[in-house]
């Protein structure tokens, strides 16, 4: 009996592995949906304060909060109102963000750029952490020698250039600044604008990770013998699945 237990636990520590393989697979596969959830846009009738969330039922009891389902942003696409009917004009401050700042040094000859943030090119939301904010900015005419551009969020800078990407799980849930400062080589400021983003938890993808993690820990928990079963259970259905590939 004693050389018959070894080749067991060996396949049993096989078999973890083949488990805990498939189910962080099966997690990669299903991530796309998890990030395709509505997002929904609350805005305060009182303050004028936005909040993203996709949590709305956290919302719905309390007065004074206009509630609208919003697409999804990624990347590639602005926030949209999906319903125009429950979808209020943003708060008159994000016309202050999105209008270019004059802050020409005095006697400058370079006090007639053009600067503009053109990505994200309006008010948008993005889910932490699957998704990063993309920043792009445009300067006309072209920089001069010694002039340059610095990016920056929440007043601390990130970049220099016309562009950055900042990953969204180094931040915090809630409404961020974005803002492009053009210097000249004295370092004095010759333009800037600003922009507001906001980033959302995405729950649903915490709580699915959290589901596998308990999962993983039940399976170490089992005895050898049901971990062997599980082990031969996902074979045959590998078995299966490798014949109906083949038909």
């Not at 709305?56 to 999804?72: D, H, M, R, W």
């Not at 915490?206 to 089992?222: D, F, P, T, V, W």
Request: aromatic share 4%; with cysteine; proline share 5%.
């Amino acid at each position: 009996m004693t050389s018959l237990s070894k080749p067991v636990f060996s396949n049993s520590k096989l078999g973890l592995a083949l488990i805990a393989a498939t189910m962080i697979s099966m997690a990669t596969l299903y991530a796309p949906l998890v990030n395709a959830a509505p997002i929904y846009k609350v805005i305060d009738e009182k303050t004028g304060q936005v909040t993203f969330t996709d949590r709305p039922q956290n919302y719905e009891q309390q007065a004074g909060k206009k509630i609208s389902q919003t697409g999804v942003t990624t990347k590639e696409s602005r926030v949209s109102s999906s319903n125009s009917d429950n979808t209020s004009s943003p708060p008159s401050s994000s016309n202050v963000n999105t209008t270019t700042q004059n802050t020409a040094a005095k006697n400058s000859p370079d006090a007639n750029y053009q600067l503009a943030i053109t990505e994200p090119s309006a008010e948008r939301a993005y889910r932490r952490p699957a998704q990063s904010i993309d920043i792009k900015v445009q300067v006309k005419p072209e920089l001069q020698a010694g002039d340059s551009v610095s990016i920056y969020l929440d007043g601390n800078e990130v970049a220099q250039g016309l562009s950055a990407s900042i990953a969204t799980v180094d931040v915090l849930p809630g409404s961020h600044k974005i803002k492009a400062v053009l210097k000249n080589e004295k370092g004095q400021t010759l333009k800037q604008v600003e922009r507001t983003v906001y980033v959302i938890q995405n729950n649903t993808t915490l709580q699915n990770n959290k589901k596998i993690a308990q999962q993983l820990l039940a399976y170490q928990n089992l005895p050898w013998y049901q971990k062997v079963l599980l082990k031969m259970r996902q074979e045959a259905k590998n078995r299966i699945c490798n014949h109906l590939l083949s038909l």
